[in-house]
């Protein structure tokens, strides 16, 4: 009986083929691009509610401001700065603090605040970033570089 040798194949692949590695690269692409523009959405809305809640604390600050001085302040300090008592009444001291710092827009490059009153009511407008319905404050529609779309007004 005549004994052969069987043959062996040995095979030496031992990394990816070229077209392994584009379809890899592709689909990382593509997951990319869906997660770049899915956390954009986020951004937006993030920023939306900061203003949102600047805006209550800007309102809440007036509110007891009033409550001391019986009227609203007739503009809004710089941002940034304090909103204090003027003094008159007694009640409305001037070492009195109502907002510790006014606060800025999260974009203040194209975007601001924008406060309107007459003494006995109050207006402060923003621009928000996934839309609305333009609103005007003190008959302005313009919210630094942005149109005004969400208001705030005195109970």
Known sequence: MKIGKKLQIINDRNGFTLIE????????????AISIFGM??????????????????????LEIYRA????????????GAQLKGSGTPSTCAVANVYISSVPA?????????????????????ASMEQGGTTVTCGGSSSCGGSTCNYKVVSP
């Open 105 to 125: 827009d999260p974009v203040p490059s194209t975007h601001s605040y924008t406060y309107s009153s007459n003494g006995s009511t109050y207006e402060i407008c």
């Open 68 to 79: 001391d001085c019986n009227i609203y302040p007739n503009a809004m300090p710089a941002t």
């Open 21 to 32: 590695l584009l379809v890899v690269i592709s689909i990382l692409g593509i997951l990319l």
């Open 40 to 61: 954009q959405g986020a951004r937006q809305a993030s920023r939306d509610g900061k203003r949102k809640a600047d805006l209550e604390q800007m309102r809440s600050g």
